[in-house]
């Protein structure tokens, strides 16, 4: 696999005007190439944070099974009218995913989340309401997320997460770095890809950036 990719950042459902401002999805054909590479049809493809629902899409489309959480309803009532079957997206909380009745997970694609390291009020876990929770605690909240899904990952499951770091009001964020950092303390890292993202409407992605990474980490054969 290469070691740079790039990407169209269009996706080919359009958001509902009321989630226009909060579209920072990664792209179909993003999703369509890495499900293709680490999946085959009739794999399970699992995204813990779904938030609009490309990853369950593009799965369906190429004839994967598909499985999701998402902790703000509305996108949860957005995404069960793109999907075929509706009941695989589970509004819930990816951090007690103890609580939900998971399937044998055969590719896990997601982008979680971000948060800065300082003067993010917000806990991107809650929804984006202030709890008084820190950077530090995002980090070892995802690492856990990642801990608990392990046990539902099938024999050399792949997870990829697509993921950027940060600069806010001139402050840099790695957060790329650091997530990356947390889960590898408990599923190995064994790659990561810089994905250019192409828009010839605005020539950026995200927080201000016209690239993100794509983690890769496999779990080790039992």
């Not at 990829?160 to 889960?183: G, H, Q, R």
């Not at 250019?196 to 950036?209: A, H, L, S």
């Amino acid at each position: 696999m290469r070691t740079v990719l790039e990407f169209d950042m269009q996706n080919s459902i359009d958001l509902p005007f009321r989630f226009q401002a909060d579209d920072v999805r990664f792209s179909d054909s993003f999703a369509e190439y890495f499900i293709n590479h680490f999946s085959k049809p009739g794999d399970m493809v699992f995204d813990p944070f779904a938030g609009f629902g490309t990853t369950l899409y593009a799965a369906e489309k190429l004839g994967r099974k598909a499985f999701g959480i998402e902790y703000i309803s509305e996108r949860v009532e957005f995404i069960k009218t793109i999907i075929t079957k509706p009941n695989n997206i589970i509004h819930g909380d990816a951090l007690r995913l103890d609580e939900i009745d998971l399937p044998v997970i055969d590719f896990l694609l997601t982008s979680p989340p971000y948060m800065r390291k300082s003067n993010h009020p917000e806990y991107p876990f809650a929804g984006y309401k202030i709890t008084g929770q820190s950077y530090d605690d995002y980090l070892n909240d995802i690492s856990d997320m990642f801990r608990r899904t392990i046990k539902q990952l099938a024999p050399n499951a792949h997870v990829v997460i697509e993921i950027s770091n940060l600069i806010i009001e001139n402050e840099f964020t790695p957060l790329a770095w650091d997530v990356a950092k947390s889960i590898n303390e408990i599923l190995p890292l064994k790659h990561e890809i810089i994905i250019v993202w192409r828009n010839d409407e605005t020539p950026t992605y995200g927080f201000g950036y016209d690239h993100s990474y794509a983690l890769i980490f496999k779990l080790p054969s039992s």
